[in-house]
T-cell receptor, first 114, second 112 residues
């Protein structure tokens, strides 16, 4: 059972470049999330999705885009990378959105923008 | 808005020492409270939870009690092991279930 799979694990981008962080889950979860983790700042929600075809902004959506064409996949797109986007990115999924539906996290993508 | 505040880290302990990581929260209504743990190189995973006042969550020797009067959810373990070295996150799920708010995380290192 793979759970939540993120690729790549590491990436270095130059300022202005674009890239897509991939996320896939095999648990048939409706809810999927993208977080960024910065040192001493905890996790901040970038975007989330409650099902295929539906996405919504989180706390820090600027500079990012997402799509949810299938239940399994939830890619995160950076169009014009900036140094402020250097971070560790985590994708997560959950069955529901209540206390009985814990988040399942991927192992993260460490992104450096220089 | 909702917020979660954790004790500043990092925390360094010797094996078999007693652990407390403080967590306090600000929220309206009756949120659910969680502790997540992140081992090196991995994503977060749920450690324990409590969904109403005076509930005690427990798992792997860790415990936390939902104290509404002090708006706290402190994590405790009586005897830590080297394998407990990780980052611990306190989190709050608001009553509507629409958003999970994380604290800033506390790095724990346990030395043999």
């Amino acid at each position: 059972n793979a759970g939540v799979t993120q690729t790549p694990k590491f990436r270095i981008l130059k300022i202005g470049q674009s890239m897509t962080l991939q996320c896939a889950q095999d648990m048939n979860h409706n809810y999927m999330y993208w977080y960024r983790q910065d040192p001493g700042m905890g996790l901040k929600l970038i975007y989330y999705s409650v099902g295929a075809g539906i996405t919504d902004k989180g706390e820090v959506p600027n500079g990012y885009n997402v799509s949810r064409s299938t239940t399994e996949d939830f890619p995160l797109r950076l169009e014009l990378a900036a140094p402020s986007q250097t971070s560790v990115y985590f994708c997560a999924s959950s069955k529901g959105r209540d206390h009985n539906s814990p988040l399942h996290f991927g192992n993260g993508t460490r992104l450096t923008v220089t | 808005g909702n917020s979660v505040t954790q004790m500043e880290g990092p925390v360094t302990l010797s094996e078999e020492a007693f652990l407390t990581i403080n967590c306090t929260y600000t929220a309206t209504g009756y949120p659910s409270l969680f502790w997540y743990v992140q081992y090196p190189g991995e994503g977060l995973q749920l450690l324990l939870k409590a969904t109403k006042a005076d509930d005690k969550g427990s798992n792997k020797g860790f415990e936390a009690t939902y104290r509404k009067e002090t708006t706290s959810f402190h994590l405790e373990k009586g005897s830590v092991q080297v394998s407990d070295s990780a980052v611990y996150f306190c989190a709050l799920l608001e009553t509507s279930g629409s958003r999970l708010t994380f604290g800033e995380g506390t790095q724990l290192t346990v030395n043999p």
